[in-house]
């Protein structure tokens, strides 16, 4: 053949024209490949955004859990309270009944300090108590603010796989990978046909 002449597809064996054929086949299915496979990323990080919106649910929940239960831990230790004072009131009018049955003098020397000893004991228990309930709702509120910051780091990772779902294009990578492959496909098809007579 000279060089001058024009090869075209007739020219090519049996197994060149197979060439060319797997390489369009190969061509239009790596393009279906394509599509498919970014079809299952972005529902795939569709799921991962539901699964951490569902996170950020769960930890808004658990943080108003939070905050009732430092509301009953409350309500608690002021229940505790009145019982206290309530007691602490009864034991003192019977000791003042004791006094007076046996005829001791209130008000005056180990009778006056008893009492006062007995007024410190009580203050210094009402201290404790009220340091322990804000200690303990103050614990409660901290995790429920936890409990928030998390929601809030699951709400914006929820944010972001979504826009990233969202910017996922089955079509655009499927076209890319035909553009791909028909480049491929033109590149192995005889030269003769490539050129205008």
């Known amino acids: 053949m000279a060089s001058s002449e024009r090869l075209g597809w007739s020219d090519l064996s049996g ?7 797997s390489s369009g086949f190969g061509a239009l299915q790596g393009g279906i490949g ?8 972005k529902y795939k990080t569709k799921s991962l ?19 009732s ?43 006056k300090d008893a009492f006062v000893s007995d007024e410190i004991m009580k203050e210094l228990d009402k201290i404790t108590m009220n340091s322990n309930k804000v200690r303990a709702v103050s614990n409660k509120r901290l995790e429920g603010v936890g409990l928030g910051i998390q929601a809030s780091q699951y709400g914006v990772s929820a944010s ?13 990578n499927m076209s890319s990978s035909l553009l791909t492959g028909s480049a491929n496909f033109v590149s192995s098809l005889p030269e003769g046909m490539l050129r205008d007579s």
Do not use: C, W
Not at 87 to 98: E, I, L, P, T
Not at 160 to 172: D, G, K, L, V, W
């Open 15 to 21: 197994l060149g024209q197979y060439g060319v054929i």
């Open 160 to 172: 972001n796989m979504f826009a990233t779902a969202s910017s996922i294009s089955p079509f655009m």
């Open 34 to 41: 394509a599509f498919y496979a970014a079809s299952a990323e």
């Open 49 to 67: 955004a539901l699964s951490l919106e569902h996170k950020k649910d769960m930890a808004l929940f658990n943080m108003r859990m939070k905050e």
């Open 69 to 111: 239960q430092a509301r009953h831990i409350s309500k608690m230790y002021n229940k505790q309270f009145q019982i206290a004072t309530v007691k602490h009131g009864q034991m003192k009018g019977k000791a003042r009944a004791s006094f007076a049955a046996r005829g001791i003098q209130m008000g005056v020397g180990s009778t």
